[in-house]
């Protein structure tokens, strides 16, 4: 994994953002001007895994900044993406820390750190099983291969996983407390 600078890799402002779309750029690559157009305003860094591009580009809203990560091949074709924002929280993106080959850590939304898996060949994985905070860039797409992680410290930003089995338990206690209550009426 390693870094990739603004003369081999970089993007022109096409659209600005609107309610209906978010702010799109075209990439430039070895100063060559592309037809290749991905969301996002501000190039925040960008590195080469492999034969692949991955790139990091935040939307330039200061009250509710967002993220995306696309995964490019060799010829710029969006291979997987993930776009991370939430509704009245802005992020700021940093301490980008490569770990291995294929697997990084930044950080978002607070210090706690996001990492991020790159595989080789792409995974099937369910959809809706990112954590909250993420989403994918292509709806719908179930083979993927980049991996998103986040482990809170504070729980700020729990796993979908946890919400999951917390609403089923929530929703078991309904039940039975709904059950003792139509037992004691009859």
Aim: glycine content about 6%.
């Amino acid at each position: 994994m390693q870094p990739i600078t603004d003369t081999e890799f970089r993007i022109e402002r096409v659209s600005a953002s609107t309610p209906e779309q978010t702010e799109t750029s075209r990439i430039w690559l070895h100063g060559q001007r592309t037809d290749v157009i991905i969301d996002g305003a501000w190039l925040e860094a960008c590195l080469r895994v492999g034969d692949r591009y991955l790139a990091f580009l935040t939307h330039d809203c200061p009250f509710e900044e967002s993220l995306s990560i696309h995964l490019l091949d060799q010829t710029l074709k969006p291979l997987d993406g993930i776009s991370m924002g939430l509704t009245y929280t802005t992020g700021h993106f940093r301490n980008l820390t490569p770990e291995t080959p294929d697997r990084l850590h930044f950080d978002f939304y607070d210090d706690t750190p996001w990492y991020l898996q790159i595989r080789e060949q792409p995974e099937w994985r369910l959809p809706g099983t990112d954590p909250m905070g993420s989403r994918r860039i292509r709806h719908g797409h179930r083979y993927r291969y980049l991996v998103i992680e986040h482990k809170p410290s504070r729980g700020l930003i729990p796993n979908t996983r946890d919400r999951y089995h917390k609403l089923r338990q929530y929703w078991h206690k309904v039940r039975r407390h709904s059950d003792h209550n139509k037992s004691s009426v009859t």
